[in-house]
């Protein structure tokens, strides 16, 4: 089951076939979600629930390919984006292609979001893709264990830039 | 480009250009300056988000913890650390925002340490064992932590929402300038165009007028050309036919000398004509034959050194001072070789009105 996730789309996926397959990279992972819904859920779902269900947010999606991609060696961050009148956006940067994953872009091809690994650019990129402002962007790791999602740093839009705690990190 | 008309509307048009980019910069400046007024707007906006987070999280985690403490269900103390971490979340946020704000980031801190004193509580119970949580809920019906963090909460949200009426007015004004920047703007520029517009316009005019003005001259200096030259075309006509007159009297009178000089030529009498004081101007061929003299050996010689009256000068010289002729009279003709002929001399006076200018003398051989 490990051959052939990137070329065939199986019925239902678990997260153990994911972390088995050791040919998964950022973009073949984002391919298998290219018929997955959009459905707000105020709490993170289990993966393989959210992989049978085929139905999630962004939450559920980045917090997953941060899990499967760091599990094959990929260096990955969570980022929040809170922009005005919306629910914090979740995204999932993967520093080595240099792109974030993001659910709202869930077609076959194309699928990686290309951006400079600062949290200030990931924000603004996302909130344009929203036709928004940002307020403020936050770096965050969850662990399914405790489900708890625990914030890094926050980066606020009207700071000056200097200022950002990832200021010279990348 | 000496076309002082042209000077003006491309001095104009500069004018309108540098208005349009001044305008166009400070609208640009505005725009960013409202755009960043917006991002501070909606910062505050974010941090009393974040407040009303801060207070529904603690709410929602009070409510599951008090519900746990009647149904002793762990799922219910699992909800309230559920919210705790939306509550640890929405405050980390909230400390973000705060930063540029000294006193707000220290009451956040405050809400911080509060809700951390509400999560040790929480821990606290689940550690429990069942038989002690009552004493634990009953010792904490005294904790006034919740209600402090809900009234900072209230607080901070009235701070902000002033701070946000601040910066919409801010917004409201930078806005207003910008319309008014490029109300103005517009309006110096339609001034301009209008100026421009009517130079052009009066420019036009001007032209038109000299135009029309020079169009006339030029119709009235062709009607003076044309009645000149009819004029001169009359006057050159005239002056054909007197000339042609002229030169047709010219010939008649030539005609005539010539055959004067012919009539006078072929005679065989001896003709001269003599001036006033009696010297000879003219002679016919017929003296030259008759006496071997030349004509200019002649030509203004007294005549009476050539020709002696037999009755003396005194004739000749009545007859040139009064005008009468002198018929047949007896004389002597000199020739070039010596000796004398015998003629006949007649004189007929010439006269220029009623003076006597000369007279013409003609002498005959005088018959034996």
């Not at chain 1, 949290?119 to 399914?144: H, L, Q």
């Not at chain 2, 689940?126 to 005294?142: K, N, R, W």
Request: contains cysteine.
């Amino acid at each position: 089951m490990t051959v052939g996730l990137g070329l065939v789309r199986l019925e239902a996926l678990t997260v153990r076939q994911l972390l088995d397959d050791t040919s998964l990279t950022p973009k073949r992972f984002a391919n298998l979600f290219e018929g997955f819904t959009y459905e707000f859920i105020n709490y993170v779902q289990n993966p393989d629930v959210f992989l049978r269900t085929k139905i999630g947010d962004c939450d559920d999606y980045a917090i997953l390919a941060d899990h499967v991609l760091s599990h094959h060696g990929y260096d990955t961050r969570l980022i929040h984006v809170r922009m005005m009148g919306r629910i914090a956006h979740a995204v999932c940067y993967v520093t080595e292609d240099k792109a974030y994953l993001d659910y709202n872009n869930r077609r076959y091809t194309f699928n990686l979001e290309r951006c400079k690994p600062d949290i200030r650019s990931i924000a603004t990129k996302v909130a344009r893709s929203f036709e928004a402002n940002w307020t403020s962007a936050s770096e965050f790791t969850y662990d399914y264990a405790t489900d708890v999602k625990e914030a890094k740093f926050t980066v606020v839009k009207t700071d000056p830039p200097a200022q950002d705690p990832d200021r010279g990190r990348y | 480009m000496k076309d002082p008309t042209i000077k003006r509307v491309l001095a104009l048009f500069a004018l309108v250009t540098v208005v349009l980019v001044a305008v166009a910069v400070h609208a640009v400046r505005q725009l960013n300056r409202t755009v960043t007024a917006s991002d501070w707007v909606n910062r505050t906006h974010a941090l009393i988000n974040e407040l009303e987070g801060i207070a529904a999280a603690t709410q929602s985690a009070e409510g599951s913890l008090r519900i746990y403490a009647l149904t002793r269900d762990p799922r219910d103390l699992a909800a309230g650390r559920r919210s705790q971490v939306r509550l640890a979340d929405h405050l980390e946020v909230a400390g973000a925002l705060a930063r540029d704000q000294a006193e707000t980031a220290r009451q956040v801190a405050r809400l911080a340490t509060l809700a951390e004193s509400r999560s040790a509580f929480a821990r606290e119970l689940g550690s429990a064992p069942p038989e002690s949580l009552a004493t634990l809920f009953a010792v904490d019906a005294a904790n006034t932590a919740v209600e402090e963090l809900l009234r900072l909460v209230e607080r901070l949200v009235t701070e902000q929402m002033n701070l946000l009426a601040l910066r919409d007015q801010e917004s409201f004004l930078q806005a207003q300038a910008t319309r008014w920047t490029i109300g103005l703007g517009v309006a110096i520029n339609f001034l301009l165009l209008a100026a421009g517009a009517w130079l052009i316009r009066d420019d036009i005019l001007m032209r038109r007028r000299a135009a029309d003005a020079m169009a006339a001259a030029n119709a009235q200096l062709e009607s003076r050309v044309q009645a000149r030259t009819a004029e001169l075309s009359a006057a050159n006509d005239r002056l054909n036919l007197e000339n042609l007159e002229r030169r047709w009297a010219n010939q008649a009178l030539e005609h005539q000398l010539r055959y004067n000089h012919l009539i006078i030529n072929s005679i065989t009498d001896l003709v001269f004509v003599i001036t006033k004081v009696a010297n000879i101007s003219r002679i016919n061929p017929a003296v030259e034959h008759d006496t071997g003299w030349l004509a200019k050996d002649l030509i203004n010689r007294p005549l009476p050194e050539l020709v002696r009256l037999t009755a003396g000068d005194l004739p000749l010289q009545r007859g040139l001072k009064e005008g009468h002729d002198l018929r047949d009279l007896p004389a002597t003709l000199l020739r070039s070789e010596g000796g004398e002929i015998p003629v006949r001399f007649t004189f007929y006076p010439l006269r220029d009105g009623n003076n006597v200018v000369g007279g013409v003398v003609i002498l005959n051989r005088a018959t034996a």
